[in-house]
């Protein structure tokens, strides 16, 4: 008897493994794999026990056997995530809230750092061609640009391993699935809300080799044109990761200090790429003798820490705690089970301060 449930156990596994190949997250009822197996309904009992232990199903009473996506083998229950930084901004809480999720619920993760690299992204996806992780997590490198490594992904994903793409994603070859920002939507609103307060002569400050700076300067572009108001290509700033590094690791604010100077000189508003170009470009602002809202009105994106840390608040925009982080983790491990995701864009939520001049 002993053996036998245990051999049944092992054939009850297969059936897990082809069921997710299939997207089936249910095993047949006790009574279909005694017919199936020709055993007992004890035998059964001992066999699926065997397997609730080893956490690679769980039985709801009354609703039946579900597959939690966990694999008897280690190596196959890990899940990778492939992002830009994991020090600074916003990354830590992220990585975080991934990494309790999937441990929650039986999976390891591991974090690769990219620093927006794509030759560093090809080394990792052609080092974990050699032992393809269960799932991988990505935040695409300069993903305003053509990427090279479209085959690569599709090799791991022959191999079995699901992509995820986090915050945005590759335009030249199938991204497949991806939860990332509503960035149009996101400087629609900002530009609505300066309008609003009065402001005509809007500026920006846009990244230029990820895809959310191009989305974030459409949004505001066309929303622009919604209003009727003039957009001259000279109103907008436009920089980089390397200016981004330079300015984290030497603190030099120089280019945005050009910007103000020659895209912003005119203007009496601005809408930056995210809080950490807001929170710089204050102190330069300062620094020219801007009376701050009244001389230019500042608004951001993401709502991190550093939109309360200066001298006066910055009017930006956000999502619900972990909202972004949590989906993605909830996602990977559908993906792991089998079950169908479909790939979403979340809506931020504007959050007014002092920056802008309604705290006038």
């Not at 601005?270 to 602002?285: H, P, T």
């Not at 972990?322 to 790939?343: C, D, N, R, Y």
Request: glycine letters at 6%; one cysteine or more; proline letters at 4%.
């Amino acid at each position: 008897m002993a053996i036998l449930y245990k051999s049944i156990a092992h054939d009850i596994e297969a059936l897990v493994e082809k069921n997710i190949e299939r997207g089936i997250p249910k095993l047949p009822t006790e009574k279909e794999l005694c017919e199936n197996f020709h055993a007992s309904r004890q035998t059964i009992r001992q066999s699926l026990s065997l397997l609730e232990q080893r956490h690679i199903i769980e039985k709801r009473q009354g609703s039946g056997i579900y597959i939690t996506g966990i694999l008897d083998n280690p190596e196959k229950n890990k899940i990778y995530l492939m992002i830009s930084s994991e020090q600074d901004y916003i990354y830590p809480d992220i990585i975080e809230n991934i990494h309790q999720t999937l441990h929650k619920n039986g999976f390891t993760d591991q974090v690769f750092v990219t620093a927006n690299q794509v030759c560093r992204e090809t080394e990792y996806l052609t080092a974990f061609l050699e032992n393809p992780p269960r799932g991988l997590i990505v935040e695409g490198c300069c993903s305003a640009r053509p990427n090279p490594n479209g085959y690569l992904y599709e090799k791991l994903q022959e191999k079995g391993t699901f992509v995820i793409f986090i915050f945005n994603r590759y335009t030249n070859f199938d991204s497949s699935f991806y939860i990332k920002d509503d960035n149009t939507y996101g400087s629609s609103l900002l530009v609505r809300h300066l309008y609003e307060e009065g402001h005509t002569k809007i500026g920006g400050i846009f990244k230029s080799d990820d895809l959310q700076g191009v989305e974030r300067y459409l949004g505001f572009a066309l929303t622009m044109q919604k209003y009727g108001l003039s957009i001259p290509d000279d109103r907008i700033g436009w920089y980089d990761t390397r200016r981004m590094d330079t300015l984290r690791s030497r603190q030099d604010t120089s280019f945005l200090r050009d910007i103000l100077y020659d895209a912003l000189k005119d203007c009496t508003a601005v809408i930056c790429y995210n809080d950490e170009i807001a929170y710089w470009l204050i102190k330069e602002l300062n620094q020219a003798g801007y009376h701050l809202p009244e001389d230019m009105a500042v608004t951001a994106f993401d709502n991190t820490y550093l939109s309360n840390r200066g001298i006066l608040s910055i009017t930006t925009l956000s999502h619900g705690p972990h909202e972004i982080s949590s989906m993605v983790a909830e996602s990977a491990i559908k993906m792991a089970k089998g079950l169908p995701v479909i790939s979403k864009e979340i809506p931020f939520r504007l959050n007014v301060k002092q920056s802008t001049y309604q705290y006038s």
